[in-house]
């Protein structure tokens, strides 16, 4: 049985791991290569189920804590027969994108589709569909962002 949180938007378990690690490395940082982004932290959820998928939430916030861009993802995963064969059989969901200082939304819902069967990619049938996201889309990923947010780790000094 799938778990309910491997569904876009779906809510996550309350102790779900909240991660906040810096955008650029320290040895970037340092270098003054990455100025324009010191300061800047992704704080990510990552789950997954070997049985069925994985969902992969990323928020990026610049120094003061200001959302600058957040997006859920899930891959579901199942195999198939199909006569001596088979087939693994993915399905790619994703909303992401960037937060205004105004309060719009930019960003591109996903959805991918590949069939495969064995290793090779190369004879993997592949099916990709982009498409602006729903308003009521863009309400639950900021629901989801405020949740993570609300939970995530103390900023580090």
Not at 44 to 51: E, K, Q, R
Not at 62 to 80: A, H, N, P, Q
Not at 134 to 142: C, G, H, K, N
Request: proline fraction near 5%; include cysteine.
């Amino acid at each position: 049985m799938r778990p309910d949180w491997l569904a876009l938007f779906a809510p996550l378990p309350d102790d779900v791991m909240i991660e906040r690690k810096p955008v650029a490395s320290p040895e970037l940082l340092a270098s003054g290569q990455a100025d324009a982004i010191a300061g800047w932290e992704s704080i990510t959820v990552n789950l997954s189920d070997v049985a069925y998928g994985m969902r992969h939430v990323l928020i990026t916030v610049d120094g003061s804590g200001t959302l600058i861009s957040g997006g859920d993802g899930v891959m579901f995963r199942r195999e198939e027969r199909r006569g001596d064969e088979t087939w693994q059989i993915y399905d790619h969901e994703n909303l992401g994108g960037r937060f205004e200082v105004d309060g719009s939304f930019l960003g591109t819902r996903w959805h991918a589709h590949v069939e495969q069967c064995g290793d090779e990619d190369e004879n993997a049938m592949q099916q990709l569909n982009r498409s602006a996201p729903a308003p009521e889309d863009v309400a639950r990923l900021r629901a989801l962002v405020a949740w993570v947010l609300e939970r995530a780790p103390v900023k580090r000094q």
